[in-house]
């Protein structure tokens, strides 16, 4: 059980790496599932929930082999995973519904688990398979897909993020042409469509609302190293941005943040874009106001990191988040801190400047972890940060250090009594 202790960090200097991105990483490691040879991942970032991934796809037959920082999955015996323990530990772990189905005929998954952000069901995934042939349904915990996949045109209520990875994947080996209309256009959704062009996929529309896939007889393995983690960097550059400093965010994509750099610079943060990645100088001073949408608006995943910087700068934020129907859960401790934030529903306001005092917090998901590791930062006095289920590592490699490397004071201990 990690314990984060952070004292004030009023000033960050230097250059860290962005690592690949863990939400383009876990679809295309379940992408592998349709490839009939090896697949080769690089770079990929130490997580727990890449960790957890691999187990999923072991579960589903797949062999999976990590040296260093390169993943090969290599699909042997397909068949559907029974270890629902496997499958709650993270969300991500729906995203081979789509894969087996198309490859097998039969697909019968657990019930994914995931942060308790939201209901999170996956209704949207089930209504896609279906118009592609297939019977599917949420059977006794378990979600299942059976028959033969053939093209179909779907809509999609929400442009869900994992919907669209999910019916990308099945239909790539549907028989026919497949018609996804109000798609997700995340970064991560062009990623995963680009592995799948390089494995022999073909699809037209990555990143617009309509997406087109004329299904394949079968797709071949590749090597590939995936996209920037936008929402890491765009952490880090909530952290610069609390705390009078220059960094610079090495391999950052400006292109992926757009709506975060908008609102930084609204707040006084300098913001440079260049070809080594970003470079951030100074500190929010203003209040902004933030809704969260699909992309291209405000990442929900940066919502939490947002609202610490808003605690910092002087004035009244307003924040909507319109995504997930639980996610100010970081609130509760940003007040026990001082902060003065009021929440009703997907709404909440921050009357920012208030100092914050350290104290003992708890982080209740991945992101509301972060964002009180940056509160940390400056907040007066020691800040315990109990992480009990281990949330940042799911997806942070090693925040504290990145942080630390920068100039934070902040070191971590296992929590056990010495
Ligand atoms: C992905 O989750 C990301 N996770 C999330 O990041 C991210 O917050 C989210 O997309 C939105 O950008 C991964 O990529 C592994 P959705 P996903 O389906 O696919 C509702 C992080 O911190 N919905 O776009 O689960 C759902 O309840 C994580 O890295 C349905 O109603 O997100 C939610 O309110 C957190 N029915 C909204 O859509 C469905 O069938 C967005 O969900 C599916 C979704």
Known sequence: MPVYTI???????????????????????????????????????????VDSMARVLSACGAKVEKSGRELTISVRQLLSPRDAAVMRRLRASVLVLGPLCARTGEAEVPLPGGCAIGQRPIDIHLRGLK?????????????????????????????????????VMAASLAHGVTRIENAAKEPEIIDLCDFLIRCGAR????????????????????????????????????????????????????????ALLFKLRESGVLVQEDARGLCLRGRARRAVDVRTLSYPGFPT??????MTVCC???????????????????????????????????????????????CTVEATDLRAGAALMLAGMIAEGQTELVDEAGHID?????????????????????????
């Open 131 to 167: 118009a592609m042939g297939a019977e599917a349904a949420q059977e006794n915990n378990l979600a299942v897909a059976r028959g033969r996949l053939t093209g179909g045109s779907i809509y999609l209520d929400f442009p869900s993020v994992g919907a669209t990875e999910n019916l």
């Open 312 to 358: 910092k700068a002087k004035g009244q934020s307003v924040f909507l988040e319109t995504i997930f129907e639980n996610r100010y859960m970081h609130a509760v401790s940003l007040c026990r801190m001082g902060a003065d934030i009021r929440t009703e529903g997907r709404m909440a306001v921050v009357n920012g400047g208030q100092p914050l005092y350290g």
């Open 394 to 418: 799911r997806g942070y490699e090693r925040l504290d250090q990145k942080l630390a490397q920068l100039g934070a004071d902040i070191e971590i201990s296992d929590g056990k009594p010495r």
């Open 7 to 49: 004292r004030p960090s009023l000033s960050l200097r230097g250059e860290v790496t962005v690592n690949t991105s863990k939400n383009a990483v876990l679809p295309i490691m379940a992408a592998a599932l349709l490839c009939n040879t090896p697949v080769t991942l690089r770079e990929v970032p130490e997580l727990t929930d």
């Open 203 to 258: 699809i037209l529309g990555a990143g617009t609302g309509t997406i087109v896939i004329d299904g394949v007889r079968q797709l071949n393995g590749t090597e590939y190293t995936p996209i920037p983690d936008r929402i890491e960097a765009g952490t880090l550059a909530c952290a610069a941005a609390l705390t009078e400093g220059s960094i610079l965010l090495s391999g950052a994509r400006s292109d992926h943040l757009r």
């Open 301 to 306: 995943d940066l919502q939490a990191p947002m």
